[in-house]
């Protein structure tokens, strides 16, 4: 593939993104422009990648580079891309390396752009983002924080790690379509936290990875989206997303009920603990005392998803708003992984149930998932091995067909 850098302060994260790719196997020529080598040096690149770095179209000649490394790439990835670059895009010029390959390759190309917010924001770049996703290319959206010097905003690069795995998705043939624009998505990840005392808690092993997929994923699509986070894996927090960080079931169940109102989709992936302690001690139960641990009294957690499903029944959230559950399933002899899934969407009363197998370790804190995608008339969709990024797509390919014609 082809890492292309423009010149912006961001150019030192594009080490990074050389690495995610690398260390996925695959082979990365970096085509820097010129001004990005005043803040990364050609031999920083070319160490990393392994392959030679130039800029110009006079350079090495002989070997025609100007079109051979764009015909030769199988993903042209940009990052970070200033405005001054996607404005040549869009131009069609050829003026440098960079450039040049943009014209001649027929690959998918991603484009991540790193900027400050009046920039991003000013009516030439949104008019060359416009024309860049018309003519295919996946711009991303970039993150919110700070930016170069003290002010922070929209306008900063994506974290490496986002990079590589979005990018990464045109690979395995996945467009990421402006589908979900002006649509309002809320998403639940990660595990809950019941309080035993101040030192212990019940907790599960989910990441939370699947979930904080879900929402870049929905955020990239176009959607506005809310992220409810449990406890997770250190994750970055996805590009232009509202991210509110909850521990308990209950807590959970407050921040889900104030936001679920006027949502187009609402995606349970949080594992939610079933039970919580009874009552939290307010002190650290001692292991000698009567009140010791092996006494902790249960009581059953409320079912937040079958709760959202009975709201729409009774017409407290709009009867439009498409409700997606997960089951996280291991076949026993009641019933084979799927059997259960089924018995589960109808109880729980959702649109769409993704039911993963999670026998021997098969997906907590892996990158990886698969599963079925499940209706309530019986109707299973399998979703084949694939990044939690390339699941995300299919859930999201699937909900966004169920969202009603306004
Ligand atoms: N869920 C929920 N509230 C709970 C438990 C689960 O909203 N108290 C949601 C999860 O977010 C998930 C779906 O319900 O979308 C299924 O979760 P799972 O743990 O598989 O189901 P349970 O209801 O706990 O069923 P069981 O333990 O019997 O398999």
Redesign the pocket.
Known sequence: MVLGVAGGIAAYKACHVVRGFTEQGHSVRVVPTESALNFVGAATFEALSGNPVSTGVFDRVEEVQHVRVGQEADLVVIAPATADLMARLVAGRADDLLTATCLVATCPVVVAPAMHTEMWNHPATRANVATLRDRGVTVLEPAHGRLTGPDTGAGRLPDPEQIVALSLLRLDGCELPQDLSGRRVLV?AGGTRENIDPVRYLGNRSSGRQGFALAEVAAQRGAEVTLIAGATDELPVPCGVELIRISS?RELEGEVAARAADRDIII???????YRPTTTAPAKLKKNSASALTGVELTE????????TASRREGRISADTVIV?????TGDDTGSVLD?ALR?IRR?G?DLLMCNDVGSGKVFGRRRNRGWLITPDGSVTEVDDGTKFRVASAILDSAVRLIPDR
């Not at 957690?301 to 959202?308: K, M, R, S, T, Y």
């Not at 559950?325 to 399933?329: H, R, T, V, Y």
């Open positions: 639940t079931a349970m992936a949080a594992a939610v603990a079933d957690n409320p079912d937040i998803l079958a709760g959202l559950g997960f089951a996280a399933e259960h589960k729980k959702c």
